[in-house]
């Protein structure tokens, strides 16, 4: 079925450092994956996506890698600032239609 | 329009009444998307609509849920004989064709069963 399991659910990091999410998927027709970013009382926000032809894509202090393999892809954000605070989901294609994870709740701390 | 569009904004209504959830997608996007999002949790998909195709319902959760969209643009979500458990924040989405692409989100509609 139609699912993708996303870890940590919350994750805390001191400015500066670097924070992962992890996405394991059910689906392996799946060929598009993006990351939307929610701050609180928002409208989710794409960030970044990657096509299963690549392996690793990069936007400054936004990587994401993807194994289609072993199914799993990446999120990681280096040098963290306050403002990386957010839900972060990580979500694929599913027969067009984009399936979210649970998300990842991201704190900085000062 | 600028954006998706989506009324009301917010919603309140007793059990048992029905109420319906619009959306206007951004001009010449083809894919329109509902998610259910409760509070705190992540986007629940309810159903998909691209071009003319039939729509994608396999996220809706029960038969008191239904969609619509007119003429390829406006949708309408539908939600008879309400229950508390409807409760949540009602998000839609478009994209310009529904094959990969940025979707594109309303701010969504608070809705409030008592």
């Keep these: ?110 | 329009g600028a954006g998706v569009s989506q009324s009301p904004s917010n919603k309140v209504t007793e059990k048992g009444k029905d109420v319906e959830l619009r959306c206007d997608p951004i001009s010449g996007h083809t894919a329109l998307y509902w998610y259910r999002q409760s509070l705190g949790q992540g986007l629940e998909f309810l159903i998909y609509f691209q071009g003319n195709s039939a729509p994608d319902k396999s996220g809706l959760p029960s038969d008191r849920f239904s969609a619509e969209r007119t003429g390829g643009s406006v949708s309408t979500l539908t939600i008879q004989r309400t229950q508390q458990e409807d409760s949540a924040v009602y998000l839609c989405a478009s994209s310009l064709t529904g094959k990969g692409e940025k979707l594109f989100f309303g701010s969504g509609t608070q809705l409030s069963v008592l």
């Design chain 1, 1 to 110: 079925g139609e699912n993708v399991e996303q870890h940590p659910s919350t994750l805390s990091v001191q400015e500066g450092d670097s924070a992962v999410i992890k996405c394991t998927y059910s689906d392996s027709a799946s060929n598009y994956f993006p990351w939307y970013k929610q701050e609180l009382g928002k409208r989710p926000q794409l960030i970044i996506d990657i096509r299963s032809n690549v392996g690793e894509k990069k936007d400054q202090r936004i990587a994401v890698t993807l194994n289609k393999t072993a199914k799993h892809f990446s999120l990681h954000i280096t040098e963290t600032q306050p403002e990386d605070s957010a839900v972060y989901f990580c979500c694929y294609s599913s027969a067009s239609k984009i399936i979210f994870g649970s998300g990842t709740r991201l704190s900085i701390r000062p």
